[in-house]
């Protein structure tokens, strides 16, 4: 079985995420990530319009981040309720199809082997999202850049429903009742699943064992090499700077 | 004169996502906005799509064609998306 890098980033800013995906896409080690954001963050798809999404006034008031990602797919909350997964890797290194679909399900089926690991059944559903009784437990979203794929996505361990339908837009044609009973309707966390508390730690070790089985690879534990980090210190500019958040 | 008051608008559901239009001109195309939380490969391509759109007359049918010589040039991967779904969009807009 081929060896993979694994780093647990504990708590990332989420541009310095999309760096230090880039950084590692740039160098080519493959390599899973968990990660937790923070500080708080409204995260927006790459084709997404701030002004259309996001309520940016309100964002200032609680002090929440706006940021763009460099894959496409929805807005989302982010903070440290979540946990939060990326794995880079190059096409030439046959870790995660090429075909953005295939790629697709092949995280789903990393997602679907941690839910197991709490007897709960996932769904692939649509392009990107993964079920728990029929409602939605994890986000996904992918790009492609230096010949290698970028491919992230949310794990709920628990969320904070009221402060997201505060901070997003959510447009009227994917609402047919309001507020929070709508989002109730639509999204579980592991905690409400299994009608427990559920420790980040515990939702890690899923994950991992997850992921493992779904990408046939033995992980060992590493970080970011030297150069890594150096690369990422200057791409953060970038994702930083006002003209990639308010490109659209 | 603020463009946003003078363009179009619409937003369409398809598969793979919510797809928003912003559009300026009654017979031709004379600039397009296209955003929503759908995915687009290669992702850099929506915005030279939104420039190869200029010019091109405001039916389904030219609009259809352009956006299919488009995909098929750039090798465009839009999963649950397709060509049929953004042209409604657009002519949807109003």
């Known amino acids: 079985m081929r060896r993979m890098r694994f780093i647990d980033l504990g708590y990332v800013s989420l541009p310095m995420l999309h760096a230090i995906e880039e950084a590692i896409a740039m160098k080519g080690v493959p390599t899973f990530m968990l990660w937790i954001a923070s500080p708080p963050t409204v995260s927006l798809g790459y084709f997404q319009s701030v002004e259309e999404e996001v309520d940016v006034e309100m964002c200032k008031e609680l002090g929440i981040e706006i940021s763009r990602r460099p894959s496409g797919g929805g807005a989302a909350y982010f903070d440290e309720r979540e946990l939060y997964y990326s794995i880079v890797a190059k096409h030439e290194s046959g870790i995660l199809p090429k075909e953005p679909i295939a790629c697709f399900r092949k995280a789903g089926e990393g997602l679907i082997n941690a839910l197991k690991f709490f007897e709960l059944e996932g769904a692939l559903t649509g392009v990107n999202d993964i079920q728990v009784f029929g409602k939605k437990i994890s986000g996904n979203a992918q790009t492609t850049m230096h010949d290698a794929k970028i491919q992230h996505g949310t794990f709920l361990v628990d969320f904070d429903m009221e402060t997201m339908l505060k901070v997003l837009k959510i447009p009227k044609e994917k609402i047919s009742d309001k507020g929070i009973k709508f989002v109730e309707e639509r999204i579980i966390t592991l905690k409400k699943a299994l009608k427990r508390e559920v420790s980040i730690e515990e939702a890690k070790k899923a994950l991992i064992m997850g992921f493992k089985e779904a990408l046939n690879v033995k992980f060992y534990n590493s970080e970011l090499s030297t150069d890594e980090r150096k690369i990422a210190n200057e791409i953060v500019k970038k994702y930083m700077s006002k003209e990639w958040i308010f490109k659209r | ?94």
């Open chain 2, 1 to 94: 004169m603020d463009i946003q008051k003078i363009m179009k608008k619409s937003i369409y559901k398809a598969k793979g996502g919510l797809i928003r239009i912003k559009i300026k001109g009654e017979d031709k195309i004379e600039k397009i906005v296209i955003t929503g939380d759908f995915f687009f490969y290669p992702e850099n391509e929506l915005e030279n799509l939104e420039k190869y759109l200029i010019g091109t007359k405001i039916s389904e049918e030219e609009v259809y064609k352009s956006i299919k010589k488009f995909y098929k040039e750039k090798n465009i991967e839009s999963p649950g998306l397709n060509p049929e779904d953004l042209t409604k969009a657009i002519i949807l807009a109003k």
